[in-house]
């Protein structure tokens, strides 16, 4: 997906510019052409040696280099890449490009391209929330521009939040999926995975070991094969793949409400682990260890997301597959559960313990549609993922 394909690398200043030299290399891995530009700040973290070495090439970085200008004009270097991709993005290269200022050479390029545009932000997390950053996000979506990540977690510079640059492979996903023109371009998929939690109380909940791995690499899958892919996520293990647009949701009502304002899709897969019950009126403070002994909890039952979309009168997506986790008579059971919650497709596995699939890194399935039963062979999640988004692309078709 990436053989040939050239694109243009825009280094940012900020910490984080080490982790574009890795990225460099996973991209020339996978066959692409990467032509970096480092920015002034970009140059004060990582140096333009070890950016042109790993490119294989050299690094542009001065807007009035006339050689260059001889050479490639800049007009002509933003224009001449499949992709433009800026990692890291920093929140002042980001405020240029939303008000379309080009005093130098990365904002210069950015302004005259047109080319789609991946931005991988990494900032200070008071300056990822700052309004003025938002604002200038908001503005740079409306745009077109893409974005993968930040993430959340520790930073270098001691805090804690959104800001962290997208872990490498991410990106090379979401670079993946801008790039993708596979048979699934111009399709909207949605996705739920991952468990859901459903709290007792402000500290406890229910849980399910989930992991979200198999609904991660399906979401991956189909956007390599250039879906635009809506991933509806409750706390999953994995993280979700780039190149997707994340909806994260802790319960299944949340979820339910996610997916519903996600809609209209051209098919919808549902790979989530949702709790069938809730605790009814969640307890607002900590339940107290007390006299009072043991706490009585009472359920309700969960929204079924799959059943319900399935049922839609007016807006159904036109594929929707369910998932089966069934521990005996696989086949009968998902079969009598494809019936029951009115979808497309099954997609149905043994998750009983001596199977190792829940967890595990592979996955032996048996497709239900309409026209009867498929049985895969046991293979790992990401081929399962794989083949089940080309079956996806071929009734899409
Ligand atoms: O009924 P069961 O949980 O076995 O059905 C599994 C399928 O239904 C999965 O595709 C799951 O994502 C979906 N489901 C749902 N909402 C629920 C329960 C299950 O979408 N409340």
């Not at 080319?115 to 200070?124: D, E, I, K, R, S």
């Not at 996610?258 to 403070?285: H, K, M, N, Q, Y």
């Not at 998902?334 to 043994?350: F, L, S």
Request: charged content about 20%.
């Amino acid at each position: 997906m990436l053989a040939s394909r050239r694109i243009l690398l825009i280094v940012g200043g900020g910490i984080a510019a080490y982790k574009a030299l890795d990225l460099i290399r996973r991209l020339r891995e996978r066959g692409a052409e990467v032509v970096p530009v480092l920015t002034r700040g970009g140059a004060e973290f990582v140096t333009p040696l070890s950016v042109s070495a790993l490119a294989g090439r050299k690094v542009f970085s001065d807007l009035f280099d006339l050689t260059d200008e001889a050479e490639m004009g800049h007009i002509e270097l933003s224009r001449s890449a499949d992709l433009i991709v800026v990692a890291p993005a920093t929140a002042d290269l980001m405020a240029k490009m939303a008000h379309g200022h080009a005093d130098d050479l990365a904002s210069t390029l950015l302004l005259a391209t047109d080319t789609p545009v991946l931005l991988a932000p990494a900032m200070n997390v008071r300056m990822w929330q700052h309004p003025a950053t938002q604002r200038n996000i908001a503005t740079l979506k409306a745009d077109g521009i893409g974005f993968v990540g930040p993430d959340v977690g520790d930073m270098a510079c001691g805090e804690h939040g959104p800001g962290r640059l997208a872990e490498v492979p991410q990106i090379v996903d979401a670079i993946g999926a801008a790039l993708a023109d596979g048979p699934l371009a111009g399709r909207r998929v949605l996705l739920t995975s991952g468990p859901t939690h459903e709290p007792i109380d402000p500290v406890r909940y229910i849980a399910n070991r989930s992991s979200g791995a198999q609904g991660a690499a399906i979401a991956r899958e189909l956007a390599a094969l250039g879906a635009e892919v809506v991933f509806v996520t409750g706390p999953a293990t994995v993280p979700p793949p780039g190149g997707v647009e994340v909806i994260r949701v802790e319960t299944a009502q949340e979820m339910l409400a996610a997916v519903e304002g996600a809609l209209p899709a051209d098919a919808a897969i549902f790979a989530a682990a949702v709790a069938d019950w809730r605790v009814v009126g969640a307890s607002t403070r900590k339940i107290k260890k007390g006299a009072g002994g043991t706490p009585a909890l009472e359920f309700a039952e969960n929204p079924d997301i799959l059943a319900t979309v399935s049922a839609m009168e007016a807006g159904r997506p036109r594929l929707v597959v369910g998932f089966a986790a069934e521990t005996c008579d696989v086949i009968g059971h998902a079969t009598a559960k494809r019936a029951r919650k009115g979808c497309d497709w099954i997609v149905a596995n043994d998750v009983s313990h001596a199977t190792g699939i829940m967890g595990g890194t592979e996955n032996a399935v048996t497709l239900i549609t309409g026209d009867g039963e498929e049985e895969w062979p046991r293979m790992g999640k990401r081929e399962v993922a794989r083949k089940l988004a080309e079956r996806v692309a071929r009734a899409l078709a």
